[in-house]
């Protein structure tokens, strides 16, 4: 059965500065996504990653996976107040079908 | 432009009544999808659909059930509703292959 883990759950950072959020998987997988979800919205597809090695950017976000190490990080460069939000990881698992981690929950203070 | 619909977007039903929650993409994909959102448990997949007709069970199936008629649409209907039930029900939709799910705006349902 595929896990997957995020950590940290909640992330309270200064503006400006840099953080990263890890998200671990017990299975081998060849995709990985990353969604945002802002309070009482829906999600909204950031990245996705589909080959070891991958790293995808968009503005201060940069996506990596490391499909050896069964993990992928997702960094935060320069913080600032818009990116405040609640940030899942979900790898593919038989077919089509997404496992979600139990999302980061970032809180991002001036 | 293309979308995800679902509603009601908020519900609340007593305990032992019948649910239906609907879903209705106009992306033309193939793929749909329920999940539940609940805290401390991230999203859970409820049923999946490949196609028309196509009808799977997800990791948290017992108590709901799905039907495909066509391309468009995924209801997810609740036989018996239970306090257990509560939470925030969202549709997904994806073409086949690598491409990331269109999750629609959610479904408050509390069971009372």
């Known amino acids: 059965e595929l896990k997957v883990e995020q950590n940290p759950l909640f992330l309270s950072m200064q503006e400006g500065k840099n953080y990263t959020i890890y998200c671990n998987y017990s299975t081998t997988s060849d995709r990985l996504y990353w969604y945002r979800q802002d309070p009482g919205k829906s999600l909204e597809s950031l990245f996705v990653?589909?080959?070891?090695?991958a790293v995808k950017q968009e503005g201060r976000l940069m996506a990596s996976l490391d499909t050896k190490a069964r993990l992928s990080t997702l960094h935060i460069t320069a913080a600032v107040h818009d990116l405040s939000a609640t940030y899942f990881c979900?790898?593919?698992?038989?077919?089509?079908?997404?496992?979600f981690g139990g999302g980061t929950r970032l809180m991002v203070k001036p | 432009d293309a979308e995800i619909t679902q509603s009601p977007r908020h519900k609340i039903t007593e305990t032992g009544r019948q649910v239906t929650l609907a879903c209705h993409q106009t992306?033309?994909?193939?793929?749909m999808f329920w999940y539940r959102q609940d805290l401390g448990h991230g999203l859970r997949l409820i049923h999946y659909?490949?196609?028309?007709?196509?009808?799977n069970k997800g990791e948290v199936s017992d108590g709901y059930s799905v039907s495909r008629s066509n391309t468009e649409d995924l209801p997810l209907t609740l036989e018996s509703a239970a306090s257990s039930q509560t939470s925030v029900y969202f549709c997904?939709?994806?073409?086949?292959?690598?491409?990331?799910?269109?999750f629609g705006n959610g479904t408050r349902l509390t069971v009372t």
């Open positions: 659909s490949y196609g028309v007709h196509d009808t």
């Open positions: 979900a790898v593919n698992n038989a077919g089509n079908m997404l496992t």
């Open positions: 997904a939709s994806s073409e086949t292959g690598n491409s990331p799910l269109h």
């Open positions: 992306w033309n994909h193939n793929n």
């Open positions: 990653l589909l080959s070891n090695g």
